[in-house]
């Protein structure tokens, strides 16, 4: 989603601000933008597409001054344009925002009213012709950003300049995560604090409603009923926040690669002395029920789980996706924990269905990549996965972890309620601990994947099966491939293959099996045989006794490693992964930042 930079400098704030957006490009972009004051004057520079265009430009058309505000933009309202582009000018203000303006119209209306002329189809634009309709009733700057915050409804982050101010930026937020950067004699503001990290470990993470006037000499940061609130400085650990590519031609391409140092990383936190140890104490003994919330891939890591507290753990649990959650209004019984998980902490339907269970759940707990985020610290315990900054959009790591996280939960609340003894949770400990090897030896299948994805970057269409706790990751496949080489794929439970899917197989369409060896292997080799006697092109992945067993019929084959049937999750989503990435990459597409998406969907 859209990201935000503003800078207090003591040098040029252009190459500082270009520098910043280029740590959010991870988020997802279709243009960008800087604004600067020179001299007591305002200018801006904006252009379409990637960074290196709007760089070009600054070349040819440079812009000066010591205090600024950038922003990469995630279309919203209006289609990617120059004139849609960011920062937004009205007269003396210009203004960069992420989020939704969810009363523009209205606030347009009133304006238009006053004979206040539109530019552009933006929401963003009606924030700064309201602070200039402000400005020209003779308020001053933060009188002004102050009205105008006022008025606004729906989810923001905002960041505001002046003309003839040059040590000033006022920022708010509401929804949509901002935080402070502490510097020598310098501010900072930033949509997280991997942009601000080559300037300062020292952030302020602003709360719901909080309004900040910044000079060069600090923040004054007021409350959302307009009361002088202390926000703390904290040091944050920055160690993680590098985003070169490694020596990989994507940044997907490292972080699947990257997957059993991350993992192993995660493990040292939650295991020791051959039992899971978690960061926070959680009792699941007073737990009659689960409630698990998430969007996108990590509301697949959550169907994932399922499997795991019920089969573990005796534990009932419901999943939800997130955007559909709080709307259908759920009863929430007693003794019931709910659990949201979100990469980034910030994404606005998770938070939104956190807020939703605050106040009638009985526990509130989250999976997070960010410690600081939002859901992290609203959450009543926060669970971090140790993944570090995932710059594809497609998640990969991230996953990865979050489904090593739920899985020491899982074991944990086992041992607790008596449904596993002590030498059971050891032998799973044990296993756990060999997972980050297995990953390992799957990546080295990624040159012969490489081999089988050229074929499928010439289909149109592809299903994925799987049974057990392989159906979610054949969804899991299925959506890693739509992200990033634009095919068309389906995911289907292997037994519901004969109840509809069955009549789109056809000699052209490919079929991906995900099927250990397990004790649901002899049903899906029937839903094969199915696929194969109408000709369908069947790629199973399995261990060597589940292709030994499946036969020569099929079209091709991916051997892994021998794994426990119940940690197979977190190994077959590597050929999963590496099916979508080498199919992106024959087929030619953005494969980091896929067209329309955007990595943290801070808005609905």
Known sequence: MCGIVGVLSNNEAAPQLVEALKRLEYRGYDSAGIATVHEKRLDRRREVGKLVNLSDKLVHEPLAGKVGIGHTRWATHGAPSVGNAHPHRAGRVAVVHNGIIENYRELRAELAELGVPFQTETDTETVALLCEHYLATGLGPQDAATATIARLEGAFALCFI??????????????????????????????????????????????????????????TIYDHSGTLANR???????????????????????????????????????????????????????????????CGTAHIACT???????????????????????????????????????????????????????????????????????????????????????????????????????????????????????????????????VPGLINQALGLSGHISDLSRKLATASDILFLGRGSMYPMAHEGALKLKEISYIHAEAYASGELKHGPIALVEETLPVVVLAPRDALFDKTVSNMQEVMARKGMVLLVSDAAGITQAGDDVW??????????????????????????????????DVDQPRNLAKSVTVE
């Not at 901002?178 to 602003?206: C, K, Q, V």
């Not at 099916?579 to 030619?588: E, P």
């Open 162 to 219: 002046f003309d003839g101010e040059e040590d000033l930026l006022i920022a708010a937020r509401l929804g949509s995560p901002l935080a402070i950067g502490h510097g020598d004699g310098e501010m900072f503001i930033g949509s997280d604090a991997i942009a601000l990290a080559p300037m300062t470990n020292r952030i302020t993470y602003l709360e719901e409603g909080d309004r900040a006037e910044i000079t060069r000499a600090g923040a």
């Open 232 to 294: 703390e400085i904290r040091e944050v650990n920055l160690a993680h926040t590098q985003v070169e590519k490694g020596g990989h031609k994507h940044f997907m391409a490292k972080e699947i690669h990257e997957q059993p140092a991350v993992l192993a990383d995660c493990l040292k936190t939650y295991i020791s002395n051959n039992a899971i140890t978690l960061p926070e104490p959680f009792d699941f003994t007073g737990i009659d029920r689960i409630i698990m919330v998430a």
């Open 304 to 434: 994932v789980a399922k499997y795991w507290f019920e089969q573990l753990a005796r534990l009932p649990v419901e999943v939800d996706i997130a955007s559909e959650f709080r709307y259908r209004e759920p009863p929430i019984q007693t003794r019931t924990a709910t659990i949201f998980v979100s990469q980034s902490g910030e994404t606005a339907d998770t938070l939104a269905a956190l807020r939703y269970c605050k106040d009638k759940a009985q526990s509130v707990l989250s999976v997070v990549n960010v410690p600081e985020s939002s859901i992290a610290r609203e959450s009543d315990v926060s669970f971090p996965i140790h993944a570090g900054v995932e710059v594809g959009v497609a998640s990969t790591k991230a996953f990865t972890n979050q489904l090593a996280v739920l899985m020491s939960l899982a074991i944990t609340a086992a041992r607790q309620r008596g449904a596993i003894d002590a030498a059971r949770e050891a032998e799973l400990v044990g296993q756990f601990a060999h």
């Open 556 to 589: 091709a084959t991916i051997q892994m490693p021998d794994v426990d049937p119940i940690f197979a999750p977190l190994v077959y989503v590597v050929p999963a992964q590496l099916l979508a990435y080498h199919t992106a990459v024959h087929k030619g597409t």
